[in-house]
Each structure stands twice: as C-alpha cells, then as structure tokens.
C-alpha cells in the first residue's frame, strides 16, 4: 500500500510569483486536506476536499486554492506568493471527509520565498 | 473557538527515563476527537492515536500510554523508558464535530523531546 506522496520536496520562488505543489493520497482514501506549517508552529489547516469538491476551509486568502482530481490527487495553488508564505506545506489523506477519521501525512514540500 | 495548547516547548531526558507530554484543549462541542502525532526531523506526520470524547479509558500501546480526562480537558501522553529514536516533535489535535463535514485538525505548537544516551 503506497502512503501519500508530495512533490516537489523543495522549492525556491520569488515573491509575486505563483506555485503548484503536488499530492497523492494514499490508496482508498477519497479526502485530501491541506496543512501549512511555519517553523517552529503547528501545522495550521488550509482547506479541505473530498470527492473533488473544497468542502472546508481554514483562515486563508482567496490567493491559496486548490483542486482534486478523479484519482483523489490534489494540487495547491498558492498566487501572488508573499515572504510570509514561506513553509512546510503538509498533505493528508483520510478515508472520509467528516471528523474523527485518521489523517495520514506525507513528508511535505517546503517552500522559500525570496 | 477550539484551542490545543502544549505548555512544554522543549523537554530533555536520558535514554531510559519516563517522559509526559501534557495537552490541554478547549471545545464547547461535546463529540470531538484528539490526536497524537509525531514529527521527526525528516518533517512527516505520523499518525500515533485517536481518541472521542466519550472514550476516557486510558490507552497502552508498547511505550506509549495515553491518559484522557475530560475533568481537566487533558490528554496526555506518557513514554516510559524512552529511546534515543523517540527524539522528535510530538503535536496534540482537535477534531471537533460543529466545523461541519470537514475534518479539519487544530494543532497545538507541539512539544520537541530530545532523549540523549
């Protein structure tokens, strides 16, 4: 059983510019959910989908969107990057969108911006 | 508003000693879940325990052992003699039932154990 991948690992962009992280969810799981985690904090929930539809979402701007596909991979989309967004970016996958099922976490794709 | 906090930012023990992380949370929901996770330096994620709110019964697996009180809002997490690969960040959650379908976790600002020889 393959377990949630990301990419890229790393990641260096400017300010202004606009960037796409990558996920696959683990094998049988249909929700995907968003983390970013600055150093030293706790990873803070961005949003959330289940069955390619934004079904929750955390206290982030319009500029941080997302997608999910038939295969339940998912993308982040982050525009107008800002110094600020310069993070840990985690990806979990569950069985199902609704509390209480267990999350499971890839190894996340930090991203610089300078 | 649901709120994790871990009071303890760092904690330092010799291989072999027992170690308690603490965990206090806030909800006015009265079906939530709490979390364990651990986080080692290669950054993922890994899932250790899940609990609901009308499960108190305290948990042992191997190591680890979780105390859950709902008296005091705590779910703490025990190591006992604890090993140099525990060395990690170790992140409490919340889950709470009124945030609707999404199963959003709130995280605390987790606490870094470091276990030395």
């Known amino acids: 059983e393959t377990g949630v991948t990301q990419s890229p690992t790393h990641l260096i962009k400017t300010r202004g510019q606009q960037v796409t992280l990558r996920c696959s969810s683990q094998s049988g799981h249909n929700t995907v959910s968003w983390y970013q985690q600055a150093l030293g904090q706790g990873p803070q929930f961005i949003f959330q989908?289940?069955?390619?539809?934004?079904?929750g979402r955390g206290n982030f701007p319009p500029r941080f969107s997302g997608l999910q596909f038939p295969n339940y991979s998912s993308e982040l989309n982050v525009n107008a990057l800002e110094l600020d967004d310069s993070a840990l970016y985690l990806c979990?996958?569950?069985?199902?969108?609704?509390?209480?099922?267990?999350?499971?976490f890839g190894p996340g794709t930090r991203l610089t911006v300078t | 508003a649901q709120k994790v906090t871990q009071a303890q930012t760092e904690i330092s023990v010799v291989e072999k000693e027992d170690v308690t992380l603490d965990c206090v949370y806030e909800?006015?929901?009265?079906?939530?879940?709490l979390f364990w996770y651990k986080q080692p330096p290669s950054g993922e994620l890994v899932f250790l325990i899940r609990?609901?709110?009308?499960?108190?019964q305290n948990e042992i697996s191997g190591r680890y052992s979780w105390n859950f009180q709902k008296s005091t809002s705590s779910f703490n997490f025990t190591i006992t003699a604890s090993q140099v690969v525990d060395s990690a960040v170790y992140f409490c959650?919340?889950?709470?039932?009124?945030?609707?379908?999404?199963?959003?976790?709130?995280f605390g600002t987790g606490t870094r154990l470091q276990v030395t020889l």
């Open positions: 609990r609901n709110s009308f499960d108190e």
């Open positions: 959650a919340l889950s709470e039932l009124s945030t609707g379908t999404a199963s959003k976790l709130t």
């Open positions: 979990a996958s569950s069985l199902g969108q609704t509390p209480g099922y267990e999350q499971y």
């Open positions: 989908y289940y069955r390619e539809e934004e079904n």
């Open positions: 909800t006015r929901d009265t079906t939530y879940y």
